[in-house]
């Protein structure tokens, strides 16, 4: 630094600094003057030139210093001003220069007494601070330099130098008293001076410290340091010796004063560490005082710290890898500057008016700080010293215990030892290499800045000859040390609450430690002994007080209760991973906890360790990492979105830095060597199958003892595992393996190999990797990043604590993701099971629930080949530490004990006194349960789903808590929350499937709780059996479950009773007792438990029948819970369906009709629904239900009839969706019994009724048109009468609206029931009495097309080519049927004639398409010309045949005349007599007389009062008499001349002329075939009246487009009945994947049963119905099983109908099977079907039966969440195979139904088509004037060259009557209009008549189109009302 400074400095010129040194050294000089050319020499000489100046002119510089300092001091006591100050200083500086410049002079003594004065003057009490601290500075330079040859005065002045202090107290040298006699008869050698010495500068009034002897002490400590560095020895050696000199003094000495309890015989290297003991704080209080050596004590604390202490930089690096979290930033700060508070006052820092030149006032230097980090060589001197030497070591150590035994007022000390050991160990555990080779020699020791060889060699664990061997005691002694030592923090008890947050704060940082130390550290056995012993210590001194009853803990407990119970749990897991912890310490640890089994802390800590060393279990023995397991990982939608991620597995790096998230971590930090090759367990052996593991397992010759006792050779003794036999265990089956394979399989290394790799490194790893490779071994296995993190929840909620936990280095917190899990060799080709102890806890140990821990041990044998033992050394490499092994780190038999042992670390559970701890245990036991139950469903299972594994060798051991909770069941009702937890475990474990039966004695115990809580009626009981028990509790194979038959349903009516909604298990209760509704037909009479009592009674089934059904009945009624009565319902749906098909026909049948029927009009619309859809179910028994009442299904018709009346609104009122879907299916509910029911039943009457058609035809056209006010009122009461409301809860009432009138159908939309009611009003019509066809049910609408039988149209679909044909038209009737005409010739040459076989018909037929609401339809139709007999032509033959016999002879005129004509008689009716026809004769006028007859007896008729009717109209205006006189006589004239020629020649018979008169013979003519070939399509339109005007706006034309044939494929594509296509798939035993299940080409009698009964087989090639996506090319198979009825259709698709031999059939088969989303399963596996086997992204509702050995079947519906109940079926529920397809069958009708209503915008089939239809009539209909439209149907093409001429308004009346006659007389020979179509409506010289004539009809037309009532314009009904 000097060389630095100089480089700034104003150097003086050459020549002058010469005259200087001459001025010096020149006598003639006065002294000042040469005084001021010393300074300049100083000034400008370096170090080394200063030093050879001195010592060739140290006489005369000596003496200008004395002469100087004496006139000073003379100016000083007349006057202290501040030049007379700054001369002192100046002249301070030259004496300082003079010791520093000079020492191996004053080591002789040179100058002694002169100095010495000087100096007692400097140290005299009465001077100011300043200058009795600059008097310390340099005296200690004098003292340091004199070293051996210092007088005892000089010793008695250095104990004097701090007042206060030992002999400082007062300070008789430095006052200068004469000294003793025996003193003063000494040389005067070893005085310094005589006789009283006086201050220099008194410091009178200045302020002096609070504390004036610490504030002294810290300048001593200080400059002892600071000073050595200064004095320029030419031996640099000589600094080290001063230092030594000066410290041997100051630990004589200062060091007794400061630690009077200093035992100088605590030795490092050979520690005593006794446990230490409680302290009262009141036994510390004399320790404090006096308080002035009190705070000294700090900073002697503080200054020994520091030169052990890390460097600020390095510390902030490991702060960076391990952070602190308590009061981490306010100790490292502390501790690094551990003088802060005396730093620049000190004279000679670099701060000093003296050395710097500077001045600072003396208050600013008070308050001024050190700063130690620009020293660098004293430092490093200092350490050399401190840390070479054991007497130095030991100083240190012992120095550090003291201050852990210092009272609370001492924390900051206490905090800085706390610091160091922090340090100490944070930089020994990330070594990685072997610092031996890196350390400095000592002859480098002064260029070395921090972590020197002494140092390191006081904490590290090295060795490596010379001088360091003696002073290196090693880390295990130092941490030995510190852990006992620091456990007094925790033991000080005060119940000051300021000392007690101090204390806690102090106990945090040691417990951070503690955890660094377990986590980082590697100890040895003697050292985790003992920290476990300290922390028992710390446990039972800190928590021996239990908080029970009125007793509170104090601050101190509350804030320490949760770091403490986590440390010392987890500190004994890592234990037992790395070393052998001996069963007297597990017994004192089972001790100390089960006595502290009060702190609900202890609980909260124990479940948090259960949830983790579970994780640990589950991967370790079943391979299974549980936050990711296979199930989690097998549809297909997670497996596309992990490809598109990257591969590797995300971890957690920085944030994962807690204590308690890394104890279960398996690879160490800091020892990849020994990482890398020391793995005898490899990772991929150990998963289960389903884990990943794909290899088979080798037979271990695994014998089943399922008889419960435990093995022989299960020792109950505790094993050192080296002594005993080795037997690998199978947890599944208590059996015993083979442990040869396992012998061969894990290969480790051998304990000679671990002690070289161990001693090999500086601080072996405290755990061994698990890791299978060796690649990164130097970070984790990525899956033990994932497992066991122990959570931090309890402390993150207290805000004291919050901040516990512990740092990690760096290797710990950066990972890199890598797969760890490929095999090593020698796992390649064989996997073995664990070895690992059984988990079972056998019935006969009942007695001791709680796990010994005695019989936790793993006891194992391994054999060889031909039986004989294995050596000890291999068994050891095969097995962890725990058990007696030499493998360190998480194995499966550590896991398993450890597991084990913890779980019973806090005794028997029962014997805990806080029943609020209690309910907590049991609480964590159900989280346990939970999760083991989580790790059987995923063993087994495989992440490819490609193949079935076998089932896994461990299994979790589910049973393990029974003797616990058996034992809890006879606690106190104070414990009633844990009984019921104790219940809940119970259920949860036996009601479930189990790969080992349960034993006899389990079962038997578990029914007599379940026997004896029923039997209490406690009602918290009850709910809890009755919720965890459920059907699946008589649905599971237990044995003789059937003897609670009488005590569950005894259960479920207490259940029922309850007016508890919310706590009851309603639902529950109605599906126990709901699922025994098949077991009265099914059994016989059943042995049961009395309740109440031990005894056994045969209960009937007709009994049992009786209480089920009755229960189901009064809850259907009552029933508030809307599941729950839903439940209720399908129950009673179940029996009413299993009576009919028994033919049983229970009395109580009709009355469960009834409640159905009641039900219909619950609130709960759910509940509406399930009963309509029970009720629609049952339909298909309308003949058995006849047979027993044959009122019931017409009664049936008519309530849902009138219930669904009531829900129909009011005309123009809208309701919900869910209202209108309730109301559509009551319609078809009646319209389906409608079409089951006989036609006689509906029509039939009576004399006060109408019939059942009747009603329903009302109520459907009610539903179209909505319902009046007053249509209304008559429905409500018409229901009224029928159900009885006081006999049910819950239903709309009558007298208030019924429907939900909040609608919620959008714009736009179609009203759903309208549309529906139509559509059944005409199903009803078209199929009533009509279903099947005869084309079977397959069929409801024809297929035949338009374009059919045309062989001149060579096309096989609707196009555009039929629109040129010209015998097909298409209309539109009514806007709601489409219509096509097409004319066809008739089959008259086909065998039989076609459908007129033997008539005598037209060549042409007329075939009527029709298409509606309810499908397509089509009519063909002929004219008919005679009956069968009469022959074609015979009219001819006959005629001619008569005309032959009269051939030759006479013809007779066709009409006879008499020779004479008749004579014509004048007879008149009178007019009062009416004019019959059969008796008027040929002259009469019987007209005349019928006017005549009218006016007569109906005067009113008179158009003209008094004129008759029949007379003579007058003569027509412009018609004079005269001409019609004429007229009539021309008439009468004509008549006379006829009548005379014919007398004249009427006998002239062969002449020519007579002939002439006379008509031809007529012959019939010969019948022609007419060519028109629309004509009998037009003659059918015309005579059914569609051609008529009244007709015009209810019958169009359909405009042809290639739109319009769209739109007539879509209709006729769409399905006319709602359909469904449910999967239907069958599961073998061991088949658990998507491949074996789909590859079922055959299945069992039972499924193909149950296939058969699901619907009729039907030939897919030749099926006309709906196929549900099935081929008709049998790609998809040949058969598969259809159910219709007339409105639904129902394919089932069955996985082993389907072909899978190829991977395309394969892939069908899924597609059609994993797009269904109703599923089916029949399983006959041994373990539950689970969603996911079938990947899909549908299958919405899992149907899965599984047959029960009972010949019953269990049922269970697995729906996603947002599926609404749908009925009949329930989870749970148990059916016989009787009635098993039919039902199963409903349910899934009604769940696909249930599924597709919630689809965003779905429309049921009729709305679909209604849709469409609009489509057609909005966009398709052809408006045109009636003439376009005759035209078209005269010809719907016209041929090409036909012309259509316009005639001009201008023609005369002759030629338009010409053309008239001429166009009548083409007609004959005329085909068909001569002008193609378009021109017709295409002219473009229309008359304006015509134009005019189109507007005024299209404007008719637009109009009557907006009217309500239409009326053809100017028909006869328009003319009549005008008039």
Not at 1559 to 1567: I, N, T, W, Y
Not at 1570 to 1586: A, E, I, K, S, V
């Amino acid at each position: 630094m000097s060389s630095v400074l100089d480089m700034f400095r104003t150097r003086t010129k050459e020549g002058e600094l010469k005259k200087s040194v001459l001025k010096v050294s020149d006598p003639k000089k006065d002294a000042l003057t040469r005084f001021k050319h010393l300074r300049i020499v100083l000034d400008n000489y370096s170090k080394l030139e200063a030093k050879d100046f001195f010592e060739a002119n140290y006489s005369h510089i000596y003496f200008i210093f004395n002469d100087n300092f004496s006139n000073v001091e003379a100016d000083l006591k007349q006057r202290a001003n501040r030049a007379h100050r700054e001369d002192l200083d100046a002249i301070l500086f030259v004496f300082e220069k003079i010791l520093t410049l000079l020492p191996e002079l004053i080591h002789k003594r040179w100058m002694f007494h002169s100095i010495g004065r000087i100096l007692k003057k400097l140290l005299h009490p009465g001077n100011g601070l300043k200058i009795r601290k600059d008097g310390i500075r340099l005296f200690l330079l004098w003292y340091q330099i004199l070293n051996e040859n210092a007088s005892e005065e000089c010793h008695e002045i250095f104990l004097q130098l701090v007042p206060g202090l030992g002999k400082g107290i007062h300070q008789e040298v430095l006052y200068g008293k004469s000294q003793s006699g025996a003193e003063s008869k000494e040389s005067c050698s070893g005085i310094i001076i005589s006789g009283d010495i006086t201050p220099i500068l008194p410091g009178s009034g200045e302020k002096l410290p609070d504390n004036i002897t610490k504030h002294y002490f810290d300048a001593l400590i200080y400059y002892m340091v600071s000073e050595v560095i200064k004095v320029e020895w030419k031996n640099k050696r000589m600094r080290e010796t001063c230092f030594v000199f000066l410290f041997d003094n100051f630990k004589s000495s200062y060091l007794m004063w400061l630690l009077p309890t200093f035992d100088k015989a605590g030795d490092i290297y050979n520690p005593r560490l006794d446990l230490p003991e409680s302290r009262q704080v009141s036994e510390l209080e004399s320790h404090d005082m006096p308080g002035n050596v009190s705070d000294c004590r700090y900073s002697f604390i503080k200054w020994l710290a520091h030169f052990v202490f890390i460097s600020k930089q390095h510390d902030k690096a490991i702060e960076n890898q391990v952070p602190e979290t308590v009061g981490s930033e306010e100790d490292i700060t502390e501790t690094d500057q551990p003088m802060a508070a005396a730093a620049e006052n000190m004279p000679g820092s670099n701060a000093s008016t003296l050395s710097t030149g500077s001045h600072h006032s003396e208050l600013d230097s008070m308050t001024s700080s050190l700063c130690y980090e620009e020293w660098v060589d004293e430092n490093d001197i200092v350490r050399s010293v401190l840390l070479t030497s054991r007497e130095n070591i030991n100083i240190i150590h012992e120095s550090f215990r003291q201050a852990f035994l210092f009272s609370l007022n001492q924390s900051k000390s206490i905090k800085t030892v706390i610091s160091v050991y922090k340090d100490w160990f944070q930089e020994s555990a990330p070594q990685t290499k072997d610092l031996s080779k890196s350390l400095p020699s000592l002859d480098s020791i002064n260029n070395s800045r921090i972590r020197n060889a002494s140092y390191l060699g006081a904490i590290g664990d090295l060795a490596d000859g010379g001088r360091l061997n003696d002073v290196r005691a090693g880390i295990q002694k130092v941490l030995q040390v510190f852990i006992v030592n620091s456990a007094n923090v925790f033991l000080l008890q005060t119940d000051d609450e300021s000392a007690m947050s101090e204390q806690v704060d102090l106990c945090k940082k040691v417990i951070n430690i503690y955890r660094y130390l377990v986590m980082n550290i590697n100890m040895e056995q003697k050292t985790w002994e003992k920290m476990l012993q300290v922390l028992l210590c710390i446990t039972t001194g800190v928590l021996g007080d239990v908080p029970i009853f009125n007793r509170k803990p104090t601050d101190l407990q509350k804030r320490l209760a949760t770091p403490i119970f986590q440390t010392i749990i987890v500190t004994w897991i890592r234990a037992n991973l790395c070393v052998f912890v001996s069963g007297q310490l597990w017994d004192q640890f089972l001790g100390v906890l089960s006595s502290l089994s009060g702190w609900p802390e202890l609980i909260r800590q124990w479940a948090n360790t259960m949830d983790t060393l579970t994780r640990v279990l589950a991967k370790q023995v079943y391979g299974l990492d549980l936050t990711d397991l296979p199930l989690q990982r097998l549809t297909e939608q997670k497996e596309k979105r992990r490809r598109g991620k990257s591969q590797e597995i995300p971890r957690n790096k920085s944030n994962d830095k807690s204590f308690s998230r890394s104890w279960s971590k398996n690879e160490p930090p800091n020892d990849k060597a020994f990482t890398s090759n020391a793995v005898p367990f490899e990772r991929g052996k150990y998963k289960s199958d389903g884990a990943g593991g794909s290899k088979s397992r080798p037979d271990l010759n695994k014998q089943r003892s399922l008889s419960g006792e435990p093995s022989p050779s299960h020792s109950r003794q505790p094993s050192n595992a080296s002594d005993s036999a080795l037997y690998i265990r199978s947890n599944s089956d208590g059996n015993l393996a083979d442990p040869k394979d396992l012998v061969e399989r894990l290969k480790g290394v051998t304990s000679e190999e671990m002690r070289e790799k161990h001693d090999s490194t500086v601080i072996p790893a405290c755990t061994v990797s698990i890791s299978s490779t060796s690649e990164n071994i130097d970070s984790p296995a990525p899956e033990d990043l994932e497992v066991a993190k122990l959570s931090m929840r309890d402390l993150q909620s207290d805000p004291d604590v919050d901040s516990i936990s512990f740092e990690h280095s760096e290797q710990d917190t950066s990972y890199r993701c890598t797969d760890s899990r490929s095999p090593s060799p020698t796992s390649i080709h064989s996997r073995s099971p664990s070895p690992i102890s059984e988990l079972t806890v056998h019935p006969q140990q009942k007695d001791c629930p709680t796990p010994d821990r005695d019989s936790l041990h793993i006891e194992m044998a391994a054999t060889t080949t031909d039986g004989g033992i294995e050596t000890k050394e291999c068994i050891n490499d095969m097995r962890s530490v725990l058990a007696g092994g030499s493998v360190q780190g998480w194995l499966p038999d550590n896991a398993v004990v450890l597991w084990k042992r913890m779980l019973g670390i806090l005794g028997d559970v029962n014997q805990i006194m806080d029943p609020e701890n209690h309910v907590m245990v049991y609480e964590e036991l159900s989280k346990i349960l939970d999760t083991l139950h989580k790790i059987r469903n995923n063993l087994g299972v495989t992440e490819d789903n490609t193949f079935s594994p076998p089932p896994p060798d461990f299994i979790p051991p589910t049973t393990i808590f029974t003797p616990w909770e058996f034992e809890c069941l006879s606690l106190p009702d104070d414990y009633k929350r844990g009984k019921l937890l104790a219940y809940q475990l119970l259920c949860q474990t036996v009601v479930k499937r189990h790969d080992v039966p349960l034993s006899t004695e389990l079962l038997s115990q578990f029914y007599m709780c379940l026997h004896t809580g029923i039997g209490t009626r406690d009602q918290e009981i009850i709910n809890v059996l009755v919720k965890h028990c459920g059907p699946r509790f008589f649905s599971t194979p237990l044995q003789s479950s059937t003897l609670l038959l009488k005590n569950f349903i005894q259960a479920v009516e207490i259940v029922l009773s309850s007016s508890d909604l919310r706590q009851t298990p309603r639902s529950e209760a109605l599906s126990l007792i709901g699922s025994l509704m098949c077991f009265p037909n099914h059994y016989q009479d059943l042995q049961v438990l009395n309740v109440g009592e031990l005894s056994v009674e045969s209960l009937s089934s007709n009994t049992l029948k009786e209480c089920i059904i009755s229960q189901l009945l009064n809850s259907a009624k009552k029933e508030s819970a809307e599941t729950a009565r839903c439940i209720a319902l399908s129950s009673i749906g179940v029996y009413l369906y299993e009576e009919l098909c028994h033919q049983t026909l229970h009395s109580k049948l009709h009355e469960a009709v009834i409640v159905l029927l009641g039900n219909l009009r619950c609130k709960h619309k759910v509940a509406a629904k399930t009963a309509t859809a029970i009720l629609s179910m049952l339909c298909d028994h309308t003949d058995q239900l006849l047979n027993y009442h044959a009122a019931l299904p017409k009664h049936i018709i008519e309530v849902v009839t009138a219930t669904v009346s009531v829900l129909i609104p009011l005309t123009g009122i809208e309701v919900s969706q869910e209202e209108r879907k309730l109301i559509v299916a009551m319609l078809f509910c009646v319209v389906e019994w409608c079409m089951k029911m006989p036609i006689s039943l509906l029509l039939e009457t009576t004399d006060t009724d109408r019939s059942c058609v009747f009603k329903v035809f009302q109520v459907l056209d009610v539903a179209v048109k909505g319902h009046s006010t007053e249509s209304l009122s008559q429905a409500r009461q018409l229901l009224a009468g029928m159900i009885q409301d006081s006999d049910f809860a819950h239903l709309r009432e009558l007298h208030s609206p019924v429907g939900d009138y909040k609608s919620d159908r959008k714009s736009g939309e179609s009203d759903s029931i309208q549309c529906a009611a139509k559509l059944l009003i005409n199903h009803m019509v078209n199929h009533m009495c009509h279903f099947p066809m005869g084309s079977g049910a397959s069929r409801l609408s024809s297929s035949i097309q338009e374009h059919h039988d045309m062989e001149e149209l060579e096309v096989n679909d609707l196009k555009q080519e039929i629109f040129y044909s010209s015998n097909i038209q298409f209309f539109v009737q009514n806007k709601r049927t489409l219509v096509s005409f097409i004319e066809l010739p008739a089959l008259v040459d086909l065998p039989g004639g076609g459908v007129t076989a033997g008539l005598t018909t037209a060549r042409t037929v007329c075939r009527v398409l029709l298409r509606d609401l309810t499908g397509k339809y089509a009519w063909e139709s002929s004219m008919l010309y005679a009956p069968p007999w009469c022959q074609e032509g015979s009219s001819v033959k006959n005629a001619k045949a008569l005309l032959d016999l009269s051939s030759g002879s006479e013809l007779e005129p066709l009409l006879s005349h008499d020779e004479h004509d008749a004579p014509l008689t004048d007879t008149e009716r009178p007019s009062s007599m009416m004019p019959l026809y059969n008796l008027s004769l040929p002259h009469q006028d019987n007209l005349n007389d019928m006017l005549r007859y009218i006016g007569h007896t109906s005067p009113e008729c008179h158009l003209i009062p008094g004129e008759p009717l029949n007379l003579e109209a007058g003569t027509p205006e412009g018609f004079s008499t005269e001409s019609e006189e004429a007229i009539k006589g021309m008439v009468i004239h004509q008549k006379v001349n006829e009548l005379q020629y014919y007398s004249k020649h009427k006998m002239d018979q062969g002449s020519l002329g007579f002939q002439k008169m006379l008509a031809k013979p007529q012959v019939p003519c010969e019948g022609e075939e007419t060519t028109p070939p629309f004509q009998m399509c037009r003659m059918m339109l015309d005579q059914l009246g569609l051609l008529a005007w009244e007709q015009r706006c209810h019958f169009d034309l359909l405009r042809k487009s290639d739109k319009l044939l769209r739109e007539l494929k879509n209709l006729d594509n769409q399905k006319c009945r709602e359909t469904h296509k449910i999967a239907v798939i069958y599961v073998a035993e061991g088949q658990e994947d998507k491949n074996s299940i789909l590859s079922n080409c055959g299945a069992s009698k039972a499924f193909e049963d149950f296939v058969a009964g699901l619907g009729w087989e039907v030939d897919l090639e030749t099926h006309q119905g709906f196929l549900g996506g099935l081929q008709q090319n049998r790609t998809t198979g040949n058969t598969a099983p259809y159910y219709a009825t007339s409105l639904t259709e129902c394919i089932f698709h069955v996985s082993t109908r389907m072909p899978s031999g190829t991977d395309d059939a394969m892939h069908i088969k899924m597609r059609h099977l994993g797009n269904d989303e109703i599923h089916i399963i029949w399983s006959e596996h041994t373990r539950d079907y689970r969603r996911g086997i079938i990947p899909t992204e549908f299958g919405d509702v899992l149907i899965i039966i599984y047959p029960l050995p009972s010949g019953l079947y269990r049922i269970e519906i697995n729906k996603k969440a947002e599926v609404p109940y749908f009925g009949p079926l329930f989870d749970g529920a148990i059916l016989d195979r009787k009635v098993l397809p039919g039902l199963v069958r409903a349910t899934a009708i009604n769940a696909s139904r249930v599924k597709r209503s919630l689809l965003p915008f779905y429309h049921s089939f009729y709305e679909e088509r209604a849709k469409n239809f609009e489509t057609v009539i909005q966009q398709h209909v052809d408006f045109t004037m009636f003439e376009d439209f005759a035209a078209n149907v005269f010809a719907p093409v016209l041929p090409q060259n036909a012309t259509i001429m316009d005639q001009s308004q201008d023609l005369s009346f002759t030629a338009s009557m010409t053309s008239v006659d001429q166009s009548q007389s083409s007609a004959v020979d005329q085909v068909s209009p001569a002008m193609p179509r378009q021109s017709r409506a295409g002219s473009s010289d229309t008359g304006i008549f015509e134009r005019t004539a189109k507007r005024l009809s299209l404007t008719r037309r637009k109009a009557s189109k907006t009217s309500q009532h239409q009326t053809p314009p100017e028909s006869p009904e328009a003319r009549s009302k005008k008039s």
